[in-house]
């Protein structure tokens, strides 16, 4: 069985997590599946908007703990480095779509499954969606563009507040900060993220036309994103052979 399904409802396209034996977090595979699908949905003018969300639990629960293990122990290693950045390519690619994404958020978001939900357009998440960063509290330096994505969103405050001391974020105080548009019951996040993206989806080159102005005008944040990933890469690496060591 495939880790990630996509469907059509119409002109959206839905994206569906499908691993939530382990939460849902990336393994190699699962990211190339990713990555086929949102070549599809490029590649499919009829697509106006993606709906990115995930069976079980939890939204997405980061990078496998098999993929970090084999990291730290030699993370310059040529097939270490490649699953990182796999990881990192997961959420890229999402916030490099060309029709609008929204994140239906359900459970709990953590690490790289935070920066996942941060790629997408809009953010609508469960009341008690567990959002956690905590690379610190792990030993590991933040990868992906993590600071700037957070703080393109929420400002710097929040973003040390979450980012460099580990204060867990619920739902609720998501959308209190910046980091989503609405908190519902949970039975109510994914059928209001279908309902926006309809609303948007019925005119797929005027969606795609007007998403792509919206991302040109509105950043890139002082430290683009791709530069953020860049800078951030090689600390992480010494964070992960530094634990190995320990």
């Known amino acids: 069985m495939t880790e990630v399904n996509y469907e059509r409802d119409g002109n959206?396209?839905?994206v569906t997590l499908a691993a939530p034996q382990?939460?849902?977090?990336?393994?190699?595979?699962?990211?190339?599946?990713?990555?086929?699908?949102?070549?599809?949905?490029?590649l499919d003018p009829e697509v106006g908007?993606?709906?990115v969300r995930a069976l079980?639990?939890?939204?997405?629960?980061?990078?496998?703990?098999?993929?970090?293990?084999?990291?730290?122990?030699?993370?310059?290693?040529?097939?270490?480095?490649?699953?990182?950045?796999?990881?990192?390519?997961?959420?890229?690619?999402?916030?490099?779509?060309?029709?609008?994404?929204?994140?239906?958020?359900?459970?709990?978001?953590?690490?790289?499954?935070?920066?996942?939900?941060l790629a997408t357009d809009l953010r609508i998440v469960a009341e008690e969606a567990r959002i956690i960063t905590r690379f610190l509290h792990i030993?590991?330096?933040?990868?992906?563009?993590?600071?700037t994505l957070l703080g393109r969103l929420a400002g710097r405050e929040a973003t040390a507040a979450m980012a460099l001391f580990g204060q867990e974020v619920s739902g609720r105080r998501a959308a209190e900060l910046g980091l989503a548009w609405e908190a519902l019951p949970e039975a109510e996040v994914e059928p209001r993220a279908l309902e926006l993206a309809r609303g948007v989806a019925g005119d797929p080159e005027l969606a795609r036309a007007a998403v792509r102005s919206l991302r040109l005008e509105l950043g890139p944040p002082a430290t683009?994103?791709?530069?953020?990933?860049?800078?951030?890469?090689?600390?992480?690496?010494?964070?992960l052979r530094r634990k190995a060591e320990d």
């Open 139 to 147: 030993g590991l330096h933040p990868g992906g563009g993590h600071f």
């Open 49 to 51: 908007a993606v709906v």
């Open 12 to 14: 959206v396209g839905i």
């Open 22 to 42: 382990r939460r849902n977090a990336f393994r190699p595979p699962m990211v190339v599946e990713l990555l086929r699908i949102c070549d599809e949905i490029d």
């Open 224 to 239: 683009s994103w791709p530069l953020a990933l860049e800078a951030e890469k090689a600390v992480q690496m010494w964070s």
């Open 56 to 117: 079980g639990e939890s939204f997405c629960a980061g990078a496998d703990r098999s993929l970090l293990a084999d990291a730290s122990r030699d993370p310059a290693a040529p097939e270490n480095f490649r699953g990182l950045g796999l990881t990192y390519q997961a959420f890229v690619r999402v916030g490099e779509l060309l029709p609008p994404t929204i994140a239906a958020v359900r459970g709990h978001a953590v690490g790289a499954g935070v920066n996942l939900m």
